[in-house]
């Protein structure tokens, strides 16, 4: 791929009309809509629907499928949510994804198409508003237009977008007499809650929320923008782990991207789910707390006689806390060896062979719950630590 100029200042006047009169034509259509006469409620369904398949295809679809290569699927589903993605007008497959994957491999730097360093309205929809001087080589979604179904959508893709994203839901409610609601509030008011809600994980979760796995860069987990947008809003998790199926990693984390690839998965739809072991998520957590609080004593004008004591309380923990799950680890790897290890029945060592397993197990379950007693007594020095930051501050 040619080197990444920074954007000159041409303006995009397509992208800018599109995205400033489609919330117009969006609010007051409804508002008129809602005066002439009561909406019907198969329309409200229809939008909210419309709006949830064409939001999942591009959190399941264009961003954790084709971005990322997070899971595999089988081409029908492939194909479904491509269309539906179209249907959410963010561009083709292939553009999304190019400029997704420029935005992981460049985060915060000038060649990150939508940098929050260049500001907030910049992240959320001013970077469409700039000819990309970039010429689109593609280079680095080689992988996806190898995909004739891909390489399809992005043909046709101006055609395609506008039959899912008006045509379709408009036709839909001619069912119940409604054209003008299915394409005004199922196509033009969806599409514009779609896109805001998307932009919002350029913006807003590079602006507002927690840095819990990674303090260098600027992506951040926020449940309000999770919420409304399928689980993307775990962002911090993301950008450290991309390779991730999951965004939210915890059962109570809203995630439906997740449980929508997880269900596939079950109906045989889906395969090769890559997720982080939960031993390298923890390491992380623990090193970016350990960071963040420091830099605030720092900040708080802690010095070093009172940071010190601390720091010798906690080092021995955070050790402990490193070893075991380095341990655990090699253990995991050793069992599964042993365990793909193909023994013959009539083997002598048929018993030994178990009695290595279980030996592995107790282990492991052993340096679990020492790791367990690390991580309380780690929470116990957060506390300690946050309490020399409230004296200070
Ligand atoms: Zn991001
Ligand atoms: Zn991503």
Known sequence: MKTLPVSKKQLNWINIIFFSLLPVIALTGTVLLCTLKPICWATWILAGTYMTITGLSITAGYHRLFSHKSYQTVWPVRLVLLLF?????????????????????????DSDPYSIKKGFWHAHIGWLFRLDTRAYDFANVEDLHADKLIAWQHKHYLKIAIFMGFLLPAGIATLWGDPLGGL?????????????????????????????????????????????????????????????????????????????????????????????????????????????????????????????????MTKPILDNIYQALKRMDALEKEYLAVLKQKYDKHHPSKNAYYIQLKSYKAQFKATQQNLKNYLQAWKKALKAYNQLNTNLS
Not at 101 to 106: A, D, E, I, M, S
Not at 279 to 290: C, G
Request: charged content about 15%; proline content about 3%.
């Open 85 to 109: 993605g179209a249907g959410a007008f963010q561009g083709s497959a292939l553009e999304w994804c190019s400029d997704h994957r420029n935005h992981h491999r460049y985060t915060d730097t």
């Open 184 to 312: 005004i509030i199922a196509g033009a008011l969806r599409m514009t809650l779609n896109h805001h809600f998307t932009f919002a994980i350029n913006s807003i979760a590079h602006t507002f929320g927690k840095r819990t796995y990674s303090h260098e860069q600027s992506a951040r987990d926020n449940w309000f923008t999770a919420l409304v947008t399928y689980g993307e809003g775990f962002h911090n998790f993301h950008h450290q782990f991309p390779i991730d199926y999951r965004n939210g990693i915890r059962p109570y984390h809203f995630d439906p991207t997740k449980w929508l690839i997880k269900t596939l998965s079950w109906c045989q739809l889906a395969s090769d789910l890559k997720s982080v072991s939960t031993h390298r998520i923890i390491r992380y957590r623990v090193q970016t707390e350990e960071f963040q609080l420091i830099s605030r004593l720092t900040q708080a004008g802690a010095n070093q006689l009172q940071v010190n004591p601390l720091q010798s």
